[in-house]
C-alpha cells in the first residue's frame, strides 16, 4: 500500500498553479527557503552532490539546490504539482530530475544513491511518517546527510502555525495543516534513530508577524529543522 493521503494530494493538487506565485499560498514556503537552503548547504556543502528532494511539490527547494550546483532529482505523488515543478525548471533553465514515485519505491529501487536527501515540510501530511524516515535512510549514502523539517505538536504549535498562520493572518489556506500529524522533535529523533540514523542537530524555525521575518533559532516550539547523518 503506498503511504498517501488521497485528501493532502488533492489539496496541493487544487493549489498547484500558484506554487511559484511569490504573493500567494505558497509565499511562506519562498520566504523560508532560504533559511533551509542555507541550513542544509552549510552542513552538507551540496555542490557536486547527488541530492534527492522527498516530497518537493512545485519544486522550490529543489531548484535552489540545483542552482547551488547540486545534482537534483525532485519525487513527490501529486502529478499537478511535479508538472508545475517541470514547466518552471524549463523557464529557469535550472535542470532538475522529477519524478512521481513514492520514497517507499524509490527505496528499494535505488538504495544508497544519494549524498544528500531532504525531506521538507512533509512528513505531518502523510499516514506512515516512520516510513518515510525509514526510507530516507535508505536512499542516503553511507556518511550522507538527511534533512527533515516539520512542525513540533503542543499548544503553541497549534495556536500559532494553526489558528494564528490559517485562521487570523491568512499566511495559509485553511486546513493546510492537521495538528495531531505533528511531530515533536523526540518523536522525530526516535524515528531516526530507528532508522539507522544518527542525530546532528536540531534547529528551531520563528516567524515575527511585526517585522514579518523569518529566522534561524533555539527555539523548536513551532516549526523545526533537523540534520541527520546516516553512519559510514
Known sequence: MINVDETEIDKFSQLAHKWWDMSGEFKPLHEINPLRLDFIDSRAAIAGKQ????????????????????????????????KVAQL???????????RCVA???????????????????????????????????????????VFFSTLN??????????IGAEYVLNMLPRGTHEYARFLKPSEL????????LELETVCGMGYNPLTRIYALGEDTDVNYLMACRRPE
Open 51 to 82: 541530492v534527492l528532494d522527498v516530497g518537493c511539490g512545485g519544486g522550490i527547494l529543489a531548484e535552489s539546490m540545483a542552482v547551488r550546483g547540486a545534482g537534483v532529482t525532485g519525487i513527490d505523488l501529486a502529478k499537478k504539482s511535479l
Open 88 to 98: 518552471h525548471s524549463l523557464e529557469s533553465g535550472v535542470t532538475v530530475d522529477y
Open 103 to 145: 520514497v517507499e519505491e524509490l527505496a528499494a529501487e535505488a538504495p544508497a544513491s544519494f549524498d544528500v536527501v531532504t525531506c521538507m515540510e512533509m512528513l505531518e501530511h502523510v499516514p506512515d511518517p516512520q516510513s518515510v524516515v525509514r526510507s530516507c535512510a535508505s536512499l542516503v549514502k553511507p556518511g550522507g546527510w
Open 153 to 162: 505538536r503542543n499548544a503553541k504549535s497549534y495556536l500559532l502555525a494553526v
Open 189 to 196: 529523533s526516535r524515528m531516526a534513530r530507528n532508522a539507522g
